[in-house]
T-cell receptor, first 115, second 111 residues
Framework: QKEVEQNSGPLSVPEGAIASLNCTYSDRGSQSFFWYRQYSGKSPELIMFIYSNGDKEDGRFTAQLNKASQYVSLLIRDSQPSDSATYLCAVRGRNYGGSQGNLIFGKGTKLSVKP | KAGVTQTPRYLIKTRGQQVTLSCSPISGHRSVSWYQQTPGQGLQFLFEYFSETQRNKGNFPGRFSGRQFSNSRSEMNVSTLELGDSALYLC??????????FGAGTRLSVL
Protein backbone atom coordinates (compact mmCIF):
# COMPACT_ATOMS: atom_id res chain seq x y z
CA GLN A 1 0.00 0.00 0.00
CA LYS A 2 1.58 3.25 -1.14
CA GLU A 3 1.26 5.90 1.55
CA VAL A 4 1.93 9.58 2.08
CA GLU A 5 2.15 10.75 5.68
CA GLN A 6 1.79 14.24 7.07
CA ASN A 7 1.46 15.59 10.59
CA SER A 8 -2.16 16.73 10.79
CA GLY A 9 -1.30 19.71 13.01
CA PRO A 10 -2.51 22.24 13.67
CA LEU A 11 0.82 23.95 13.20
CA SER A 12 0.69 27.43 14.67
CA VAL A 13 3.33 30.05 13.83
CA PRO A 14 3.48 33.82 14.46
CA GLU A 15 3.24 36.23 11.54
CA GLY A 16 6.63 36.74 9.92
CA ALA A 17 8.04 33.39 11.05
CA ILE A 18 9.08 30.42 8.91
CA ALA A 19 6.53 27.62 8.69
CA SER A 20 7.96 24.16 8.04
CA LEU A 21 5.68 21.44 6.70
CA ASN A 22 6.86 17.87 6.32
CA CYS A 23 5.81 14.80 4.37
CA THR A 24 7.11 11.24 4.04
CA TYR A 25 6.20 8.68 1.40
CA SER A 26 6.50 4.93 1.21
CA ASP A 27 7.03 4.21 -2.50
CA ARG A 28 10.70 4.48 -3.48
CA GLY A 29 9.68 4.56 -7.13
CA SER A 30 7.88 7.89 -6.70
CA GLN A 31 8.81 10.39 -9.37
CA SER A 32 6.98 13.67 -8.82
CA PHE A 33 6.13 15.61 -5.67
CA PHE A 34 3.59 18.37 -5.18
CA TRP A 35 2.34 20.76 -2.53
CA TYR A 36 -1.23 22.02 -2.67
CA ARG A 37 -2.88 24.60 -0.46
CA GLN A 38 -6.55 24.21 0.44
CA TYR A 39 -8.54 26.91 2.14
CA SER A 40 -11.58 25.84 4.13
CA GLY A 41 -14.47 25.08 1.78
CA LYS A 42 -12.31 25.51 -1.34
CA SER A 43 -10.54 23.14 -3.71
CA PRO A 44 -6.79 22.42 -3.64
CA GLU A 45 -4.53 24.94 -5.33
CA LEU A 46 -1.09 23.96 -6.63
CA ILE A 47 1.77 25.82 -4.92
CA MET A 48 4.93 23.93 -5.83
CA PHE A 49 6.18 20.85 -7.60
CA ILE A 50 9.60 19.25 -7.43
CA TYR A 51 11.16 16.31 -9.26
CA SER A 52 14.83 16.30 -8.27
CA ASN A 53 16.69 16.06 -4.98
CA GLY A 54 17.48 19.40 -3.40
CA ASP A 55 15.69 22.70 -2.99
CA LYS A 56 13.36 24.60 -5.29
CA GLU A 57 12.39 28.15 -4.46
CA ASP A 58 9.43 30.19 -5.66
CA GLY A 59 8.90 33.49 -3.88
CA ARG A 60 8.31 32.85 -0.19
CA PHE A 61 7.98 29.10 -0.77
CA THR A 62 10.78 26.52 -0.86
CA ALA A 63 10.21 22.84 -1.55
CA GLN A 64 12.89 20.39 -0.42
CA LEU A 65 13.20 16.80 -1.64
CA ASN A 66 15.34 13.99 -0.27
CA LYS A 67 14.61 10.79 -2.17
CA ALA A 68 17.05 8.70 -0.12
CA SER A 69 15.10 9.54 3.04
CA GLN A 70 11.76 9.56 1.16
CA TYR A 71 11.04 12.97 2.56
CA VAL A 72 9.67 16.18 1.06
CA SER A 73 9.09 19.45 2.86
CA LEU A 74 7.68 22.91 2.26
CA LEU A 75 9.06 26.03 3.90
CA ILE A 76 7.03 29.23 3.96
CA ARG A 77 9.10 32.29 4.80
CA ASP A 78 7.63 35.49 6.25
CA SER A 79 4.36 33.68 7.00
CA GLN A 80 1.20 35.75 6.65
CA PRO A 81 -2.27 35.21 8.14
CA SER A 82 -3.45 34.62 4.56
CA ASP A 83 -1.23 31.50 4.51
CA SER A 84 -3.55 29.89 7.08
CA ALA A 85 -4.88 26.82 5.29
CA THR A 86 -4.44 23.07 5.00
CA TYR A 87 -1.35 22.04 3.03
CA LEU A 88 -1.56 18.79 1.11
CA CYS A 89 1.47 16.80 0.03
CA ALA A 90 0.95 14.68 -3.09
CA VAL A 91 3.21 12.08 -4.64
CA ARG A 92 3.03 10.45 -8.05
CA GLY A 93 4.71 7.12 -8.32
CA ARG A 94 5.37 4.77 -11.14
CA ASN A 95 2.49 2.60 -12.31
CA TYR A 96 4.19 -0.74 -12.57
CA GLY A 97 2.22 -1.43 -15.71
CA GLY A 98 4.45 1.13 -17.39
CA SER A 99 2.39 4.30 -17.42
CA GLN A 100 2.54 7.02 -14.80
CA GLY A 101 0.87 6.19 -11.50
CA ASN A 102 -1.86 8.21 -9.92
CA LEU A 103 -1.38 11.02 -7.38
CA ILE A 104 -1.48 9.91 -3.76
CA PHE A 105 -2.31 12.61 -1.24
CA GLY A 106 -1.45 12.94 2.40
CA LYS A 107 -4.27 13.98 4.71
CA GLY A 108 -2.82 17.46 5.06
CA THR A 109 -1.33 19.71 7.71
CA LYS A 110 -3.43 22.57 9.00
CA LEU A 111 -1.37 25.75 9.31
CA SER A 112 -2.46 28.69 11.41
CA VAL A 113 -0.52 31.97 11.19
CA LYS A 114 -1.25 34.25 14.13
CA PRO A 115 -1.08 38.05 13.63
CA LYS B 1 -7.93 30.76 -19.98
CA ALA B 2 -10.91 29.25 -18.15
CA GLY B 3 -10.16 26.84 -15.33
CA VAL B 4 -11.62 23.43 -14.62
CA THR B 5 -15.40 23.61 -14.48
CA GLN B 6 -17.43 21.19 -12.43
CA THR B 7 -21.20 20.95 -12.41
CA PRO B 8 -23.30 20.93 -10.42
CA ARG B 9 -21.67 22.55 -7.40
CA TYR B 10 -24.07 21.01 -4.90
CA LEU B 11 -26.28 17.94 -4.99
CA ILE B 12 -28.65 16.35 -2.51
CA LYS B 13 -29.71 12.78 -3.18
CA THR B 14 -31.29 9.95 -1.22
CA ARG B 15 -29.92 6.47 -0.66
CA GLY B 16 -30.34 4.16 -3.61
CA GLN B 17 -30.44 6.91 -6.21
CA GLN B 18 -27.75 7.46 -8.80
CA VAL B 19 -25.89 10.64 -9.67
CA THR B 20 -23.83 11.98 -12.58
CA LEU B 21 -21.20 14.66 -12.12
CA SER B 22 -19.59 16.59 -14.94
CA CYS B 23 -16.13 18.06 -15.45
CA SER B 24 -14.85 20.28 -18.25
CA PRO B 25 -11.04 20.46 -18.21
CA ILE B 26 -8.84 23.42 -19.01
CA SER B 27 -8.72 23.97 -22.76
CA GLY B 28 -5.97 21.81 -24.27
CA HIS B 29 -5.77 19.45 -21.30
CA ARG B 30 -6.39 15.84 -22.25
CA SER B 31 -6.11 14.14 -18.87
CA VAL B 32 -8.89 14.24 -16.28
CA SER B 33 -8.69 12.69 -12.82
CA TRP B 34 -11.42 12.32 -10.22
CA TYR B 35 -11.00 12.33 -6.44
CA GLN B 36 -13.27 11.91 -3.45
CA GLN B 37 -12.52 14.06 -0.40
CA THR B 38 -13.95 13.33 3.05
CA PRO B 39 -12.85 14.61 6.47
CA GLY B 40 -11.85 11.14 7.61
CA GLN B 41 -10.11 9.75 4.53
CA GLY B 42 -8.77 12.87 2.89
CA LEU B 43 -8.35 12.99 -0.89
CA GLN B 44 -8.69 9.58 -2.48
CA PHE B 45 -8.09 8.83 -6.13
CA LEU B 46 -11.04 7.46 -8.09
CA PHE B 47 -9.86 7.22 -11.71
CA GLU B 48 -7.92 8.97 -14.45
CA TYR B 49 -8.87 9.33 -18.11
CA PHE B 50 -6.65 10.26 -21.01
CA SER B 51 -7.89 10.50 -24.60
CA GLU B 52 -11.17 8.76 -23.72
CA THR B 53 -9.39 5.79 -22.09
CA GLN B 54 -9.28 4.97 -18.41
CA ARG B 55 -5.60 4.96 -17.55
CA ASN B 56 -5.69 4.35 -13.78
CA LYS B 57 -8.32 3.29 -11.29
CA GLY B 58 -8.40 3.66 -7.52
CA ASN B 59 -9.75 1.29 -4.93
CA PHE B 60 -13.45 2.09 -5.12
CA PRO B 61 -16.40 -0.27 -5.72
CA GLY B 62 -17.86 -0.77 -9.17
CA ARG B 63 -20.73 1.59 -8.29
CA PHE B 64 -18.30 4.36 -9.19
CA SER B 65 -17.71 4.72 -12.91
CA GLY B 66 -16.60 7.34 -15.32
CA ARG B 67 -16.03 8.20 -18.93
CA GLN B 68 -14.35 10.80 -21.07
CA PHE B 69 -15.62 12.26 -24.30
CA SER B 70 -13.73 13.21 -27.45
CA ASN B 71 -13.68 16.88 -26.34
CA SER B 72 -11.95 15.75 -23.08
CA ARG B 73 -14.99 16.52 -20.94
CA SER B 74 -15.56 13.83 -18.35
CA GLU B 75 -18.42 12.48 -16.31
CA MET B 76 -18.48 10.28 -13.27
CA ASN B 77 -21.45 8.27 -12.16
CA VAL B 78 -22.28 6.78 -8.79
CA SER B 79 -25.08 4.24 -8.70
CA THR B 80 -27.05 2.96 -5.72
CA LEU B 81 -25.92 5.80 -3.49
CA GLU B 82 -24.97 5.09 0.12
CA LEU B 83 -24.74 7.50 3.05
CA GLY B 84 -20.97 7.08 3.01
CA ASP B 85 -20.79 8.50 -0.50
CA SER B 86 -21.42 11.97 0.91
CA ALA B 87 -18.27 13.87 0.03
CA LEU B 88 -16.65 16.57 -2.03
CA TYR B 89 -15.91 15.19 -5.49
CA LEU B 90 -13.03 16.90 -7.20
CA CYS B 91 -11.96 16.81 -10.79
CA UNK B 92 -8.45 17.73 -11.88
CA UNK B 93 -7.12 18.26 -15.37
CA UNK B 94 -3.58 18.20 -16.69
CA UNK B 95 -1.77 18.89 -19.92
CA UNK B 96 1.47 17.31 -18.90
CA UNK B 97 1.04 13.95 -17.30
CA UNK B 98 1.42 15.02 -13.71
CA UNK B 99 0.73 18.70 -12.96
CA UNK B 100 -2.93 18.71 -12.03
CA UNK B 101 -5.27 21.66 -11.59
CA PHE B 102 -8.45 21.22 -9.60
CA GLY B 103 -11.98 22.39 -10.20
CA ALA B 104 -14.15 23.84 -7.44
CA GLY B 105 -15.72 20.46 -6.77
CA THR B 106 -19.20 19.04 -6.41
CA ARG B 107 -20.45 18.60 -2.88
CA LEU B 108 -22.72 15.57 -2.72
CA SER B 109 -24.98 14.94 0.25
CA VAL B 110 -26.73 11.58 0.49
CA LEU B 111 -29.71 11.50 2.86
Amino acid sequence: QKEVEQNSGPLSVPEGAIASLNCTYSDRGSQSFFWYRQYSGKSPELIMFIYSNGDKEDGRFTAQLNKASQYVSLLIRDSQPSDSATYLCAVRGRNYGGSQGNLIFGKGTKLSVKP
Amino acid sequence: KAGVTQTPRYLIKTRGQQVTLSCSPISGHRSVSWYQQTPGQGLQFLFEYFSETQRNKGNFPGRFSGRQFSNSRSEMNVSTLELGDSALYLCASSQRADIQYFGAGTRLSVL
